[in-house]
């Protein structure tokens, strides 16, 4: 399966600081907090404070791996906003295509929380 981005909604997100592309974030223009909650995946990153970000909030989003994620997996915001396979946080997506190591870019069926 192709990895690509098929945004049902999209936001508009002001970071509080540089945020890289393709990272989970939070409402509040932070990168998401491990385990936490994310409104949704940056498409374009923001080298300074005070950037807009659009974000997919609803659809498929293209995500930075943490580590190795199957296809299928329910992903959870790990560090840097990076997604990982879910151990105990909230559950953001799901992996529609899979990763064998950190940084690699994957497509995720996000889920809203």
Do not use: C, H, Y
Request: proline share 2%; aromatic share 2%.
């Amino acid at each position: 399966m192709a990895k690509g981005n098929f945004a049902v909604l999209t936001i508009g997100v002001i970071a509080v600081a540089a945020i890289g592309q393709n990272r989970a974030i939070s409402a509040a223009g932070n990168v998401a907090a491990a385990g936490g909650n994310a409104v949704g995946f940056t498409n374009t990153g923001a080298a300074a404070a005070g950037e807009r970000l659009p974000v997919t909030a609803l659809g498929t989003a293209l995500a930075t791996a943490g580590g190795a994620i199957a296809l299928g997996a329910a992903v959870e915001v790990g560090a840097a906003g990076k997604v990982v396979t879910k151990a105990a946080g909230i559950t953001v997506g799901r992996a529609l295509t899979a990763a064998v190591a950190d940084g690699e870019q994957i497509e995720v069926l996000v889920i809203p929380n």
